[in-house]
């Protein structure tokens, strides 16, 4: 066994600051990752390491989210470095309530699978803080402020952030539309 846990982080607050954070680090570890168990596995090695961590337990709750932000995107981010992703078609970019509507046209249907494939495949040109900025932003709602505490970055660099994220993505889309047309695709 690596060491003994902090006494001082007792198992009531472990559990409440897990049922408090898990869905959303969960959720946002899985839109960067292959798999729901790859996923899991990476937000039990974020919580291990929160048990592991001396410092850990003397943060305020407020820096422990962020403690815990940080450490599910730097275990994102060694993912990525560690393994060579392939191309994977995520189901959980197809909308719920198309599938679930009966009257749903498919050609529709397919065009706008096709177009949230193109943005997912910009997106993933972007730096994984920016893909993580860009989710918190639009994917949870958050506003700047909150997302700046949970990445450890000031306000206004999250500002920045996010408008360099939407001129490279600009920039990309056009490339694209560029060659799209240069090749006779529509």
Known sequence: MKQHYSVALDRASL?????????????????????LPDA??????????????????????QEQQAWL??????????????????????LRSVDDQSIADPNADPEQLSLQLEQDGNLAQLIKRLSP???QVLYLRFGENLPCAQIAVRVGKREGSIRSML?????LLRRHYHEQEKGDHQHGVK
């Open 129 to 131: 803080l920016q893909q």
């Open 40 to 61: 899991e596995d990476i937000l039990i090695d974020v919580f291990v390491a929160a048990l592991e961590s001396a410092a850990f337990a003397s943060l305020t709750e």
């Open 69 to 90: 932000w940080r450490v599910a995107r730097n275990k994102v981010i060694d993912t990525y470095r560690r393994a060579e992703r392939l191309p994977h078609a995520s």
């Open 163 to 167: 408008s360099r994220a939407f001129d």
């Open 15 to 35: 559990a409440h600051m897990y049922q408090q954070s898990a869905p959303k680090i969960l959720d946002y570890i899985y839109k960067h990752v292959s798999s």
